[in-house]
């Protein structure tokens, strides 16, 4: 069965809900905080971090796990859910 079947399209507008993206992704995988660091050369605290939301993360870090993680970015015109609508899916 292809490992993407059960992914889903998510909307991001806030680093608290990208971090909980990521880290359902990651789960969703069954890889570690510290398996996925290492596949990118991240400390594990890097990873933890990002997926609480951390606000100071470099774009080519984010961008790297995104990538480890078999995921894509895409940007697209906003939609009108508000910020709350979406930080309740999660």
């Known amino acids: 069965m292809n490992a993407r079947a059960n992914a889903v399209d998510s909307i991001v507008r806030t680093p608290r809900t990208l971090g909980a993206v990521l880290r359902r992704e990651r789960r969703r995988l069954g890889v570690s905080q510290g398996e996925l660091g290492e596949r990118i050369n991240l400390r594990q605290a890097t990873i933890s971090a990002l ?40």
Do not use: C
């Open 51 to 90: 997926e609480a939301g951390a606000v100071d993360a470099k774009l080519s870090t984010l961008m790297d796990v995104i990538a480890a993680l078999g995921l894509e970015l895409v940007i697209r015109p906003r939609s009108t859910a508000t910020n709350d609508d979406i930080e309740a899916m999660f």
